[in-house]
């Protein structure tokens, strides 16, 4: 017997015929989908047939029962077997019961291969619903966190915004009664004769000076950070800027017998903002100057490369120590002492930088405690060749 003469079929929960898979020979032209199994049987084989499904929902399965069915105007033994699929019974019948239990095998067997590989679709679908669920929920969390972070640095920009108006207003008002301090410690100075009297007077000058400088600083951060400072292009001859800064320190570095040396590079004119550029050189000589000691030299460079020009100030002084370098560019640090004593307000170098980088350049330096310090700024000749004019802030 081939698997065309094999009659297949599908009953539900209650025993009825819900479908029929195949049946070549007709076995179930008389009765409709939805009438019970047992209509199947021939008479005197009614009992049979509700004992063969009674088994099924008993035991799981059953093999092999014979009984006569109705095929056509026939009466013919037919062989059944059938077995459990979840809620459902699947029924293979032949007139061969080898044939039939052999089909019932295989297609049993390629059931629970479908069945399994359902489970394991129906397990990955679970899990990818589980790794979606926790990944909306951490990206919820993620975009809470970022609405959170962007309201703290919105209130962040606020606040920094009050501490530039409130260093800006601050300075500004403690500038006028410490040079009018200055002046008059100048003129008695010259008035009084007494040694001692005169060294309390250079005291008040020299501390006074220093709280000059430093709020000049603030004002020079504040404005920076603020936005505030604009910078004004022009064709500058930087070989004679430098050497007008170099002669303005001569006589500071005299003071400690160091000599300031210029090696100039002949370069052509650059397009900078020349009051910029002359805080950027005196604040760089004067801190070589600061730092060096009695006696050594500093070395000044100026050179081309490229489209960039080179400004190079190296000192043969103290150095700088590394746990000082990793902020020495940062507003507010603590700086270093001079040879000589000199106080350091931390926001020199922080101003030089700002002024580098408005300009479209860069700056670095190698130092080494005990040898010396060298700082390089590099700057375009044409920064902001699109306007004459730009603004730079941190």
């Known amino acids: 017997m081939s698997e065309k003469d094999i009659v297949t079929l599908r009953l539900d929960s209650q025993a009825n015929i819900a479908e029929v898979l195949s049946d070549p020979v007709g076995l179930t032209a008389h009765v409709e989908i ?11 084989s009614l009992a049979k047939a509700l004992s063969f499904v009674t088994e099924i929902h008993k035991n799981g399965n059953a093999f092999d029962w014979e009984f006569n069915v109705k095929l056509g105007d026939r009466i013919v033994t037919f062989h059944f077997t059938g077995g459990k699929i979840d809620t459902q019974t699947l029924v293979v019948a032949a007139t061969d019961g080898s044939a039939a239990l052999r089909f019932y095998e295989e297609m049993m067997r390629m059931n629970n291969e479908q069945v399994n590989a359902l489970r394991r679709a129906y397990s990955e679908i679970q ?21 959170e972070l962007a309201k703290k640095n919105a209130e ?38 007494d040694e001692e009297q005169r060294g309390f007077l250079a005291e ?3 501390s006074t000076l220093f709280m000059a400088r430093l709020i000049d600083d603030l004002l020079d951060v504040a404005k920076i950070e603020s936005g505030q400072v604009l910078l004004d292009y022009a064709p500058v001859d930087m070989n004679a800027v430098t050497q007008e800064s170099v002669e303005r320190n001569r006589l500071l570095a005299s003071r400690k017998q160091v000599e300031i040396d210029f090696d100039r590079g002949g370069i052509p004119s650059a397009l900078l903002d020349r009051t910029k550029i002359d805080q950027v050189l005196n604040n760089l000589i004067t801190n070589a100057v600061k730092f060096s000691r009695e006696g050594s030299r500093v070395a000044v460079r100026l050179y081309g490369a490229g489209d960039n020009f080179v400004l190079e100030v190296q000192d043969q002084g103290i150095g700088i120590p590394p746990e000082v370098q990793e902020r020495l ?27 580098v980088e408005g300009h479209g350049g860069s700056i670095r330096f190698a130092s080494a405690v005990g040898t010396g310090t060298t700082f390089i700024v590099s700057i375009p000749y044409a920064p902001g060749a699109a306007s004459q004019s730009s603004t730079f802030a941190d």
């Open 34 to 44: 939805g009438a019970p199994f047992a209509r199947l049987a021939a008479q005197g």
């Open 127 to 147: 899990r990818s619903h589980s790794l979606y669920d926790e990944s909306s929920r951490l990206n919820n969390e993620l975009v809470d966190t970022q609405r």
């Open 156 to 193: 962040l920009r606020q606040l920094n915004k009050e501490k530039n108006r409130f260093l800006g207003i601050a300075a500004h008002d403690l500038r006028n009664p410490l040079h009018a301090i200055l002046l008059l410690s100048e003129f008695l100075a010259d008035e009084i004769q």
């Open 204 to 206: 008040i000058r020299s």
């Open 329 to 355: 560019f940062i507003p507010f640090q603590k700086g270093q002492a001079g040879t000589a004593g000199e106080k350091s307000s931390g926001l020199g170098l922080v101003i030089v930088k700002r002024i």
